[in-house]
């Protein structure tokens, strides 16, 4: 629940919801607060754990109370989406064992109100709804009407009281809103008039047949910026239409050369918006600058108009840099990558290979080619999507998760060796690439693979550490026609002194539990007894820990087989 994915999630699901129901400013205030300091809000924190409350098996609905009481005490206030929550959950719980929280929900939602947030109809509804369920329905009748009079009262606007009003007041500037709109559409259509495939054409269309069709694929397309830390540039973008309610024609081109299957079709985008005399932001440049990436024919252009980026003072994000130095490296030698860095170099806007590091700038380009050359290896389509969006990562994040596995598994001197004191990429970069695709091929059961890239990791003259070792292991000990495998590496971490955790060697020891006969338990036992000849000791709390959830016979063979040894 508190995982680095999960608040990610969360955040994104808050931020949706507060621009869904009106509440933008607290919507972007949060989401650009997560992207400058890295720091997920308390008030997100919270109300992820209210949700996974409420949505717990059982009826939970209490603790999400306490937590949301919890929050006033500490200073946090909940904002629109997170009311909307607990109001939405004390209103469905159950009346016989909490008869009083419809009466809460009632209450935060005038309190809602007091505090200057309109409540969507959902929450409206759900309220009523829980008023509704109450015995005497004669009492729950007149309790409903007395609260719709009273919010009513504190300035809820219902929603046919709404559309009654704006029926009977239209808005001044609605013939203007119509041909501003209708101005939008042109721009729309006059840019994909230019598409050569006449299939390409009509696949926009139904996208976009109307403004609103097209202003819900711009949504999206801002919900895709800020999932990928675009956030600030996708405000930049999208600024104009906070202030006129009207997509901006910079939004309109920038998003047809995100959906154009063609790069070239994206680059003519880009340049006919030019010739309608607009300056491009940021953003716009970002995702030209992706596209244009991806194919070894516009490479060039890609950096061209990454060096227009920079010459206008623009700071491309991490996710722009690392883009096109894959490109570079895909498409590209080593010495034209070292000479493109050269020429970005006094901007100070490129992979950073650290003090006394310069060399580190080589093996970025060939893991970033290392990468392309192990899409292109495999012929299953799904581990070519799996290495593309590892490749679109980085290498920071994978460096950081061997860092502290590692660390939690005993190995703190090979981790401090190879990350010095902190978790910085001072490892081989073509290490995490080989590291990054074993684990995926082992995630996907394709233990034939894992072995093949280890061993071809190996032929490179790439030495493996232990979080390599317990990755490999782990995944081959389930599989009866790599089990000798497993049981080779491990022996090879003994042998290199390093510390195997629970996991990695429990995995061994079920490999031989999971063949059911005396012989291969026999032969755990003298396995487990070379271990230990080397200095091995097993953990048996910590292998019990790992067997949970396991057969009961698989278990009791495994024990046998550790406690064997233990006497």
């Known amino acids: 629940m508190c995982t680095e994915e999960a608040l990610s999630r969360n955040t994104i699901k808050m931020v949706e919801g507060l621009l869904r129901d009106g509440f933008m400013d607290v919507g972007l205030k949060i989401g650009t607060k997560v992207q400058e300091t890295n720091e997920v809000p308390r008030v997100v924190t919270d109300t992820a754990v209210m949700e996974h409350y409420i949505n717990a098996a059982g009826d939970r609905t209490k603790d999400a109370l306490r937590v949301f009481k919890h929050m006033s005490v500490f200073g946090v206030e909940p904002n629109a989406y997170t009311y909307a929550i607990i109001i939405k959950a004390l209103a469905a719980a159950d009346l016989k064992k909490n008869p009083n929280f419809v009466g809460y929900a009632k209450k935060y939602f005038v309190e809602m109100l007091d505090r200057g947030m309109q409540p969507n109809e959902e929450t409206y509804k759900a309220v009523l709804d829980g008023i509704g369920r109450g015995e005497n329905k004669a009492e729950a009748e007149e309790e409903r009407r007395e609260f719709v009079e009273n919010v009513k009262a504190k300035g809820f606007l219902l929603v046919l009281q709404k559309e009654a009003e704006e029926m009977a007041n239209p808005p001044p500037l609605k013939s203007e809103m119509d041909m501003l709109k209708e101005h939008v559409m042109k721009v729309f259509e006059d840019v994909i008039r230019d598409f050569e495939d006449k299939n390409e054409q009509k696949r926009l269309r139904q996208m976009a047949e109307d403004y609103d069709s097209l202003s819900s694929v711009a949504h999206t397309f801002y919900k895709g910026l800020s999932s990928k830390g675009l956030t ?21 081109f920038t998003i047809i050369i995100l959906l154009s299957k063609s790069t070239g079709d994206g680059l003519k985008v880009y340049e006919h918006m030019l010739a309608y005399g607009i300056t491009p932001s940021s953003c716009t440049y970002s995702v030209l600058i992706a596209k244009l990436s991806l194919d070894r024919n516009f490479i060039g252009h890609a950096k061209k108009f990454y060096l227009e980026m920079l010459d206008k003072g623009m700071k491309p994000c991490l996710r722009t840099r690392l883009g096109l130095f894959n490109g ?28 006394g590091r310069e060399g580190l700038f080589t093996e970025l380009m060939k893991a970033y080619q290392l990468y392309g050359d192990l899409q292109k290896k495999t012929t299953n389509k799904d581990m070519q999507e799996v290495i593309r969006k590892i490749s679109d990562e980085g290498f920071k994040k994978h460096a950081a998760k061997m860092f502290c596995a590692m660390v939690e598994d005993g190995n703190v001197g090979e981790a401090m060796d190879l990350f010095q004191s902190t978790p910085e990429t001072r490892i081989n970069p073509l290490v995490i690439v080989h590291t990054t695709v074993i684990e995926a091929y082992i995630k996907c059961n394709l233990n034939k693979d894992a072995l093949q890239t280890y061993l071809d990791m190996l032929a490179a003259g790439l030495a493996p550490n232990s979080y390599i070792y317990s990755v490999l292991i782990k995944g081959l000990a389930v599989d009866a026609n790599f ?85």
């Open 232 to 252: 600030e540039e996708a405000e930049e973008l999208f600024k104009p239409l906070l202030e006129t309610a009207i997509l901006p024609d910079e939004a309109v």
């Open 328 to 355: 570079i490296a895909c498409f590209e030698s080593v010495e034209n990558a070292a000479e493109f860095r050269e020429r970005v170099k006094p901007n100070g806007d490129l992979p950073d290979p650290g003090e």
């Open 483 to 567: 089990i000798a495998d497993a049981k080779k590496y491990l022996i090879e971490m003994l042998d290199k002194g390093m510390h195997p955790n629970a996991a990695t060697y429990t995995a061994v020891l079920e490999g031989f539990a999971q063949q059911e006969d005396k012989k291969a338990d026999e032969e755990g036992k003298e396995f487990l007894e070379v271990m230990m000849a080397k200095g091995f000791v097993p953990d048996t709390e910590a292998v019990r820990e790992v067997l949970k959830g396991r057969p009961a016979p698989v278990f009791d063979r495994v024990m046998s087989i550790i406690l064997s040894k233990m006497e």
